[in-house]
């Protein structure tokens, strides 16, 4: 099966720094690549995904990058503040609805 | 619309007794999963159903069933409840694929078994 490894599992930054979260996936037949983020005491919610034949994709503060040879995707957020601060999860996907999950990553912004 | 709902939030079981896990959705989504959360291991996968009457087994099924009788439910049963399955449980929905992507969870079940 899939298997997703996800770095750092910690991640502290100033405010208005950005920062970058990375994973690594094992399935090349994945063509998925969602990113949640889970606030204390919530459900995951989606913040972006991209599919594999597309590179890169930006929303607002956040992008996501995606190397299909290297099977690795990351994370950026730009300018953070500090309600970015949560636990994000990356992972991978060949059919939609069966993710693999990475093991989280805990993010801080300082004021 | 009330979206993903789980029933209860929090409960407390004793190794060997038996329960089940209420997830409902009101989005007329196909997909429904049920993943567990533990610290430093991400989401598991447990069960899944693609829709009414179809379910299969994700990446960590051993203890837990499923059945879909309505596109609406998707409880989970716990047989024989072990101190391995304290965990946190979300339920997830997501529509068919041509519509969108996204999983939608719900707010998370906290099972201690002792």
Known sequence: GENVEQHPSTLSVQEGDSAVIKCTYSDSASNYFPWYKQELGKGPQLIIDIRSNVGEKKDQRIAVTLNKTAKHFSLHITETQPEDSAVYFCAASFNDYKLSFGAGTTVTVRA | ?114
């Not at chain 2, 959705?25 to 291991?41: A, I």
């Not at chain 2, 990446?59 to 304290?86: H, I, K, M, W």
């Not at chain 2, 079940?109 to 002792?114: A, K, N």
Request: charged share 15%; proline share 6%.
């Open chain 2, 1 to 114: 619309n009330a979206g993903v709902t789980q029933t209860p939030k929090f409960q407390v079981l004793k190794t060997g007794q038996s329960m089940t896990l209420q997830c409902a959705q009101d989005m007329n989504h196909e997909y429904m999963s049920w993943y567990r959360q533990d610290p430093g291991m991400g989401l598991r996968l447990i069960h899944y159903s693609v829709g009414a009457g179809i379910t299969d087994q994700g990446e960590v099924p051993n203890g837990y069933n499923v059945s879909r009788s309505t596109t609406e439910d998707f409880p989970l049963r716990l047989l024989s409840a072990a101190p391995s399955q304290t965990s946190v449980y979300f339920c997830a929905s997501s529509p068919r694929g041509e519509i969108s992507y996204e999983q939608y969870f719900g707010p998370g079940t906290r099972l201690t078994v002792t």
